[in-house]
T-cell receptor, first 113, second 112 residues
Framework: GENVEQHPSTLSVQEGDSAVIKCTYS??????FPWYKQELGKRPQLIID?????GEKKDQRIAVTLNKTAKHFSLHITETQPEDSAVYFC????????????FGQGTTLQVKP | DVKVTQSSRYLVKRTGEKVFLECVQD?????MFWYRQDPGLGLRLIYF???????EKGDIPEGYSVSREKKERFSLILESASTNQTSMYLC???????????FGPGTRLLVL
């Protein structure tokens, strides 16, 4: 079946450093790639997404890059702050217009003050 | 602001009990999903629904069923709870034509 692999599973950085989380997907029909942030005890919330016709998207300190040929996309967080500490999930759409997402395993990011 | 609510934040049940988890959204979304979240496994799709009375199996439907009698409400049913169904259950919804899924706060279920 289709799957999304996410790495690393845990990431610890010093405040102010950059953090990068990487995902690979298997479904060549995937065309939508959201990233969700889940703070401790809270619901997952969308932080950024990208569609297959775009190679990069940026929103303040966060950016996402997509390499469709390699079936690879990444989340970049610059100038990390303690409030960035959370679990981050990548996801990829399944098939064409199904609305279904398949999620990565999650990355626990810890930003040390 | 989209609001997705779930009936309970925490639930403790006994093995063999029938368990109902309720999800309600107030934004007239056609599409609703049930996931379970386990450490190291991410979010896995149990069931989803594109419209009232419609349901489709996700990746891990065994041991679960669903009900969607009204557009705003999507129920997950554990017919006979087992200890391996101890997990965090997340509901999500989104409107047709958009792709962003909005999540509920989750129900942490413990089956003893």
């Amino acid at each position: 079946g289709e799957n999304v692999e996410q790495h690393p599973s845990t990431l610890s950085v010093q405040e102010g450093d950059s953090a990068v989380i990487k995902c690979t997907y298997s479904d060549s029909a995937s065309n939508y790639f959201p990233w969700y942030k889940q703070e401790l005890g809270k619901r997952p919330q969308l932080i950024i997404d990208i569609r297959s016709n775009v190679g990069e998207k940026k929103d303040q300190r966060i950016a996402v890059t997509l390499n469709k040929t390699a079936k690879h996309f990444s989340l970049h967080i610059t100038e990390t702050q303690p409030e960035d500490s959370a679990v981050y999930f990548c996801a990829a759409s399944i098939g064409d217009n199904t609305g279904k997402l398949i999620f990565g395993q999650g990355t626990t990011l810890q930003v040390k003050p | 602001d989209v609001k997705v609510t779930q009936s309970s934040r925490y639930l403790v049940k006994r093995t063999g009990e029938k368990v109902f988890l309720e999800c309600v959204q107030d934004m007239d979304h056609e599409n609703m999903f049930w996931y379970r979240q386990d450490p190291g496994l991410g979010l896995r799709l149990i069931y989803f629904s594109y419209d009232v009375k419609m349901k489709e199996k996700g990746d891990i439907p065994e041991g679960y069923s669903v009900s969607r009698e009204k557009k705003e409400r999507f129920s997950l049913i554990l017919e006979s709870a087992s200890t391996n169904q101890t997990s965090m259950y997340l509901c999500a919804s989104y409107p047709t034509g958009r792709e962003t899924q909005y999540f509920g706060p989750g129900t942490r279920l413990l089956v003893l």
